[in-house]
């Protein structure tokens, strides 16, 4: 069955540290994978998306993501972590007829 | 920009109450949903609409109806509201090429008491 596993339910980093949100999922064929974040209060906001070609994509707001098909893992990084990225992450595939299998989310929290 | 709107950020009903959470996109998407977020379980698909006047079920349908009448508007339809529904209600929608992409509203909390 398809899947999507987010490992850690929350991380905390400090401001200006690194960052690492992992990911793996479960799918037969070529997947096509996103991440999403969402805001305190707002809805999901698309931040990257792998469908084919380069492994490693970047996305809005200073993210990237590497997808790596031999450890079925498509993990978000970012360099500098902002206090504004405290938020809610999620990763999904698409799962094909219309459905999008999503994780059950990573929290971030920033202390300055 | 994409947007998608919901009638209420914050709604709270009594058990037993018939519940509507409107949903309206102003981009012309062809494909729309409702999603539940509880927290752990990340979003899971209640309905989806890939048409007017056309629907599907998600994987937890059980207990919701809805409705598209026009192509912009997605109502989902809680027939007989349960304190087992209390959550927050996510609507999204989607063009019907292959981009993906869901555009998400900021969401409906329902609390049922």
């Known amino acids: 069955a398809q899947s999507v596993t987010q490992p850690d339910i929350h991380i905390t980093v400090s401001e200006g540290a690194s960052l690492e949100l992992r990911c793996n999922y479960s799918y037969g064929a070529t997947p096509y994978l996103f991440w999403y974040v969402q805001s305190p209060g707002q809805g999901l906001q698309l931040l990257l998306k792998?469908?084919?070609?380069?492994?490693l994509v970047q996305g809005i707001k200073g993210f990237e993501a590497e997808f790596k098909r031999s450890q079925s893992s498509f993990n978000l990084r970012k360099p500098s972590v902002h206090w504004s990225d405290a938020a809610e992450y999620f990763c999904a595939v698409e799962g094909g007829g219309f459905k999008t299998i999503f994780g059950a989310g990573t929290r971030l929290f920033v202390k300055a | 920009d994409v947007k998608v709107t919901q009638s209420s950020r914050y709604l709270v009903k009594r058990t037993g109450e018939k519940v509507f959470l409107e949903c309206v996109q102003d981009?012309?998407?062809?494909?729309m949903f409702w999603y539940r977020q509880d927290p752990g379980l990340g979003l899971r698909l209640i309905y989806f609409s890939y048409d007017v006047k056309m629907k599907e079920k998600g994987d937890i349908p059980e207990g919701y109806s809805v409705s598209r009448e026009k192509k912009e508007r997605f109502s989902l339809i809680l027939e007989s509201a349960s304190t087992n529904q209390t959550s927050m209600y996510l609507c999204?929608?989607?063009?019907?090429?292959?981009?993906?992409?869901?555009?998400f509203g900021p969401g409906t909390r329902l609390t049922v008491t």
């Open positions: 981009m012309d998407h062809e494909n």
């Open positions: 999204a929608s989607r063009p019907g090429d292959s981009t993906y992409e869901q555009y």
């Open positions: 792998y469908f084919s070609g380069d492994t």
